[in-house]
């Protein structure tokens, strides 16, 4: 057996096993042979891996980003800003993709503003449980006024997996 002699191993072993110092005792040794142990399934890597972001000042469809065709995309967060001038007759702000297996573009966050009113606001989603997005997909920050000026901005993040099946 070895003894441990490393303060920070000792608090590593006493926050991670959650031991109670006061009635429980630390372990101050271990075994001859360690065993590291890594995580081997990409499935379980999820770090965000995109951080992607797309402004305009135009009424109208603007890209924020296009998902990889040879990846899968799962989108985790979005960020939403934006600042009308009293003028902006805005009917429409909202970011619309192709979630897995559907047909139809989905409004994956959608924000009602008043009409000609000056406004200035930021909104954000974090997803628990990530969206994926299908391959080669187009995600899109979508703008409708006729008058008035407006500035729009849209941050996603997200992360790619390359070979889901390994």
């Known amino acids: 057996m070895a003894t441990i002699h490393n303060s920070d191993v000792f608090k590593e ?16 040794q271990i075994a001859d042979k360690v065993v590291p142990v890594m995580e081997v399934n990409p499935k379980m890597l999820k770090y965000v891996n ?31 800003s934006f600042s009308a001038t009293v003028t902006n ?4 702000l909202y970011l619309a993709a192709f979630p897995f297996q559907t047909l139809t573009a989905v409004r994956l966050l959608d924000i009602n503003v008043v009409t000609l009113v000056a406004q200035s606001q930021t909104f954000q989603k ?6 994926k997005i299908e391959k080669g997909t187009a995600i899109n920050l979508v ?21 889901p099946n390994t």
């Not at 072993?13 to 101050?28: H, Y």
């Not at 951080?51 to 989108?75: C, D, H, I, K, M």
């Not at 007759?89 to 429409?92: A, L």
């Not at 703008?143 to 997200?158: N, P």
């Open 50 to 80: 995109i951080v992607q972001r797309a402004s305009s000042a135009a009424t109208g469809t603007t890209a924020v980003y296009t998902t990889p065709t040879n990846a899968e995309f799962y989108l985790t967060s979005i960020m939403l």
């Open 126 to 131: 974090d997803y628990t449980y990530p969206i």
């Open 13 to 28: 072993i006493r926050d991670g096993a959650r031991i109670q110092q006061l009635s429980e005792v630390i372990p101050s």
């Open 143 to 163: 703008k409708a006024y006729a008058a008035g000026a407006g500035v729009y901005s849209c941050t996603i993040c997200g992360y790619t997996i390359e070979n």
């Open 89 to 92: 007759d805005q009917v429409g």
